[in-house]
């Protein structure tokens, strides 16, 4: 099992940045991929950011050039940088984690971004 928590949420104008991060903790060495989510209101949830084991990363087209994903291996910890950000970045974002073996993937309870215009 593995057990996500994320951190950084909050308020923040159109144009300015915030860093989530997501601590992961229990059987680390299950996990090839962690990434983020996010789900708007009335939306479904998509998409944000992955970065794999080796350390490959890839975006969607919609935050591409403004948000970068990293991870800390010795904190067991990754982090989602998010920059230039726009009012309809606002949602509630989710740390996921995908383990080798194929099965369903962790999420974490989500931290709430809100951009203001």
């Known amino acids: 099992q593995v057990q996500l928590v994320e951190s950084g949420g909050g308020l923040v104008q159109a144009g300015g940045s915030l860093r989530l991060s997501c601590a992961a903790s229990g059987s680390i060495r299950s996990i090839r991929t962690m990434g983020w989510y996010r789900q708007a209101p009335g939306k479904q949830r998509e998409f944000v950011a992955v970065?794999?084991?080796?350390?490959?990363?890839n975006y969607p087209d919609s935050v591409k050039g403004r948000f970068t994903i990293s991870r800390e291996n010795a904190e067991n910890t990754v982090y989602l940088q998010m920059n230039s950000l726009k009012p309809e970045d606002t949602a509630v974002y989710y740390c996921n984690a995908g383990p080798w073996s194929g099965a369903a993937n962790y999420w974490g309870k989500g931290t709430l971004v809100t951009v203001s215009s």
């Open positions: 970065i794999f084991s080796g350390g490959t990363t």
